[in-house]
């Protein structure tokens, strides 16, 4: 059972609008093949909640409708909707950059052989979550042995010529911290990422990406539990940083839950809180109206606006120092 978590509705978040739209990101669905203690959306082995082929398709229809650039797949484990590579093959076809959120341990799992081969025939970006470069931390949190299946499908990836200057494959890793606090500032963080995955296991990247755990879902249960929530909720508060407002992800992404309703960003879809505060399918969706509409927030987007800030893309402001915890004052 998880924690019952505060209400977060409630917010005086400084409010935002959208600018042009870049990034439609997709969840396929909740199965994951892993249960990490970090994912704020509780996806693991037993979640049955996919997305049709008649919603991919509708998916598909607004990427033509709206010129996004990007097609972001998110999960659960994206690669384990059966219409994934579909909408990946299709996507591509358009022109669409697409990226896969990729938990790495799924390249191993039975029926999925061939799918970093598959990756790298179409040019998708692997985004790879990899929360440290020790197996112990990596095992805490997500699981025994996911850090050795971890090294192992990377070393894979870059067999196949992901993270190789001028291959065209780009291989980008995910950090979160493992505790209430905010990530370190990532640039040092990506440095010492590249030397120990090189030197350990001979492991090439392009990028680093430090992402604020969000207090929603098993991770906000998990504060609760430990009676640690209000506090996390002032750290990120205390941290807020006015500039990272222009650089936040959801001015210029939407996301689509597993049924095709859209909302600002991944975290607002976790909460239940709809595009602008109103609830659309993406199948009535007009691209046209987005710009310059209001965006719906709550109290967990400071973890976006907090130091350095957060986005999918990782830190936004690189020179900002993160290295505030709990038991430290704001600067």
């Not at 197996?135 to 196949?160: I, K, M, P, T, Y």
């Not at 963080?189 to 090439?204: K, V």
């Amino acid at each position: 059972m998880h924690a019952t978590l505060p209400l977060l509705h409630d917010s005086d978040f400084p409010p935002i609008d959208r600018a042009a739209l870049d990034v439609v990101q997709v969840n396929l669905g909740y199965r994951c093949n892993q249960a990490c203690v970090h994912c704020h959306v509780n996806a693991g082995p037993t979640r049955r909640e996919m997305m049709v082929r008649e919603t991919v398709e509708q998916v598909l229809g607004f990427l033509r409708a709206s010129g996004a650039a990007t097609l972001d797949l998110t999960g659960g484990a994206p690669e384990m909707n059966p219409h994934f590579r579909h909408l990946v093959t299709t996507a591509r076809g358009l022109g669409v950059k697409v990226i896969d959120r990729c938990n790495l341990t799924v390249l191993e799992e039975p029926g999925y052989g061939d799918l970093a081969d598959f990756l790298a025939a179409h040019a998708v970006e692997v985004v790879a979550s990899l929360p440290c470069y020790l197996e112990d931390n990596v095992d805490r949190q997500r699981g025994r042995g996911v850090f050795d299946a971890s090294v192992r499908a990377l070393r894979r990836l870059n067999a196949l010529g992901y993270g190789l200057d001028g291959s065209g494959l780009a291989l980008n890793l995910v950090f979160n911290p493992q505790r209430p606090v905010l990530p370190p500032p990532q640039r040092e963080l990506e440095a010492n990422y590249r030397r120990e995955l090189a030197t350990r296991y001979g492991i090439r990247f392009n990028q680093l990406f430090a992402l604020t755990n969000m207090p929603i879902q098993r991770f906000g249960s998990t504060l609760v539990s430990r009676g640690e929530f209000d506090e996390y909720m002032r750290l990120l508060r205390n941290a807020h940083r006015p500039d990272n407002l222009g650089s936040v992800m959801c001015r210029s992404l939407i996301s689509i839950d597993w049924r095709g309703y859209v909302y600002d960003c991944d975290f607002n879809q976790m909460l239940g809180l709809p595009l602008g505060g109103a609830r659309v399918h993406i199948s009535q969706l007009d691209p046209g109206r987005l710009t310059g509409a209001s965006i719906a927030t709550a109290s967990h987007c400071y973890g976006c606006t907090a130091g350095p800030g957060s986005s999918c893309g990782g830190a936004l402001g690189l020179d900002h120092s993160a290295s505030t915890t709990l038991k430290e004052s704001p600067r």
